[in-house]
Nanobody, 129 residues
Framework: QVQLVESGGSLVQAGGSLALSCVASSGTFSSYVVSWFRQAPGKEREFVAAVSWNGVHSHYADSAAGRFTISRDNAKNTVLLQMNSLKAQDTAVYYC??????????????????????WGQGTQVTVSS
């Protein structure tokens, strides 16, 4: 069982930056793929970014690529999502999720498997334009 707690959400102006943290309670956190998702009002939850268990590989949604960076520190059971050049359309509740699956390789490209049994409660990010 993995318990996840997100933090770092806030109100920020468009063009600004924000860093979200996801801290896990389980000592086996280092073996999990961790992803960030978001859900805006009236919209379905969508994938944002993922990091492999060892932090070597990452995968981003088109909307996040080039602006967001996901990283992890397994010694601290923490995954970070650094968000730069924020836009009003980034406004959402952001969730981190953990998966025991290692992900899939197509050639040298890694992507997470869409199986996440563990979720945090979310943190609100609001970007004012």
């Amino acid at each position: 069982q993995v318990q996840l707690v997100e933090s770092g959400g806030s109100l920020v102006q468009a063009g600004g930056s924000l860093a979200l943290s996801c801290v896990a309670s389980s000592g086996t956190f280092s073996s999990y793929v961790v992803s960030w998702f978001r859900q805006a009002p009236g919209k379905e939850r969508e994938f944002v970014a993922a990091v492999s268990w060892n932090g070597v590989h990452s995968h981003y949604a088109d909307s996040a690529a080039g602006r967001f960076t996901i990283s992890r520190d397994n010694a601290k059971n923490t995954v970070l999502l650094q968000m730069n050049s924020l836009k009003a359309q980034d406004t959402a509740v952001y969730y981190c999720a953990a998966s025991p699956r290692t992900g899939t390789y197509v050639g040298s490209t890694w992507s997470p498997d869409p199986y996440y049994p563990y979720w945090g409660q979310g943190t609100q990010v609001t970007v004012s334009s």
